[in-house]
């Protein structure tokens, strides 16, 4: 099953969720065994922990609160040699069962941790008021547990395939496209070159800034990004402020190559208003991006 379902088809058949949690019941207490910590026989390759069959189940180890509505949990491994297991624009599909709620909830998140990384994966978790699974997780303290219900691939990403790409986010939608950067910048192979264009509420919504900054410093001639706060709260603010607009877009994306590729993340109004339909082309569109140009996660 992991193999099989995308980041895109879940996000396009939200009554996939409902169908998978209720298959998933029995799946979960029939695959519990197989969730706790189990030897590993030597062995030159890190063994992984996702992209199997069968829930995985893992301890919360640490909290970090980002702003009013926002937390990094961060998850341990049963193998502190464990990786991931995952590929690049990959999400987890998260199964939790709130307390008070006849079903289980399922809802996929993007780690932000290196994927490569040894002993635990980072979530970033926007809490929305009406949000079962994002209230839920907020609720979580270290030693909690958290399952795993399968793994979500995204866009078949190839090292140098394109020379330059064009990352659009809107808030949390950040989530994603940095592991694309994260990704792209980690790999001493991978020369691609990256635009990103990141708008937000407020300047505390600028999530993922430090990590953001650094990539910055050590990628100067790789790496650029903008940062558009539609209202912003301190006086005197430098970022700019406003929408992801057409005027900005046309400004920063110059480059309109077959070699060029865009990827976006961010609310349903922005992520239309860009993409477009079949009767209107989008912003992209009349920018001279083609659809096979655009990739939503």
């Not at 996939?16 to 910590?37: E, K, M, N, Q």
């Not at 994966?121 to 609720?139: F, I, R």
Request: charged share 20%.
């Amino acid at each position: 099953m992991a193999s099989r379902l995308s980041w895109q088809s879940l996000r396009a058949r939200p009554a996939l969720f409902s169908t998978i949690a209720v298959a998933g019941i029995g799946a979960y207490y029939g695959t519990r065994s197989f969730l706790l910590p189990t030897g590993h026989a030597e062995s030159p390759e890190s063994p992984k922990v996702f992209g199997g069959f069968g829930f995985t189940t893992l301890r919360l180890q640490d909290v970090k609160v980002v702003n009013h509505n926002t937390k990094r949990l961060v998850f341990d491994f049963p193998d502190e040699h464990a990786t991931s297991g995952l590929t690049l624009t990959s999400a987890l599909l998260t199964y939790s069962w709130p307390k008070g709620q006849w079903f289980p909830v399922l809802r996929p998140y993007t780690p932000i941790s290196d994927l490569n990384q040894t002993g635990s994966v980072e979530l970033m978790v926007k809490h929305y008021p009406n949000g079962k699974a994002s209230t839920h997780l907020h609720s979580l303290e270290p030693g909690d547990m958290l399952t795993f219900a399968a793994t979500l691939k995204g866009f078949p990403w190839t090292p140098n395939k394109y020379s330059q790409v064009y990352l659009i986010a809107g808030g949390a939608g950040i989530t994603p496209i940095y592991q694309l950067i994260q990704g792209i910048l980690n790999n001493p192979n991978d020369q691609t070159k990256i635009n990103l264009v990141f708008g937000v509420n407020t300047e505390q919504d600028l999530l993922l800034h430090d990590e953001l900054e650094q990539y910055k410093k050590r990628f100067p001639s790789r790496f650029n990004y903008i940062y558009t706060v539609s209202h912003p709260k301190e006086e005197g603010s430098s970022w700019r402020k406003g929408y992801v607009t057409e005027e900005l877009l046309r400004d920063v994306m110059r480059g309109r190559d077959k070699d060029t590729h865009v990827f976006l993340c961010g609310p349903p109004g922005m992520e239309d208003a860009l993409v477009g339909s079949r009767k209107s082309p989008g912003v992209l569109g009349r920018l001279g991006f083609s659809k096979d140009q655009i990739y939503k996660f």
